[in-house]
């Protein structure tokens, strides 16, 4: 499989424990203290490290560290959106839409000289 897409495949995956790691506990620990939160997170950031190393080092064979952190930010909004509405039940907001037309922005300037 190409370096590209294995690096996206496994950004999503990291992305999806990371996220639960830093919002989740807004909602299913609410009531515990924070220390508790903070160590439950920390186990599963454990999944989203190591999902992400590996995704960094095979995405840098084929991309430079700016493309490698753009492309991340790109999934973490993508998948942040969607976890944020459907999951702690926030609503959508004009705002996240104007914020993804800035990472498209983003992504054009990092991946120019590829499209060049």
Request: glycine share 6%.
């Amino acid at each position: 499989m190409q370096p590209t897409l294995i690096t996206i495949g496994l950004f999503c995956l990291s992305n999806i424990f990371m996220t639960f790691a830093w919002y989740g506990h807004l909602k299913s620990l609410s009531g515990k203290p924070w220390i508790i939160a903070a160590l439950v997170s920390w186990g599963i950031a454990l999944f989203e490290y190591l999902l992400q190393v590996p995704a960094n080092r095979i995405g840098y064979s084929v991309m430079n560290v700016g493309q490698l952190k753009i492309l991340q930010e790109v999934i973490t909004l993508s998948l942040f959106v969607p976890f944020s509405f459907y999951y702690l039940k926030e609503p959508l907001k004009l705002d996240y839409l104007w914020a993804g037309l800035c990472m498209l922005g983003a992504v054009y300037f990092i991946f120019r000289s590829k499209f060049a």
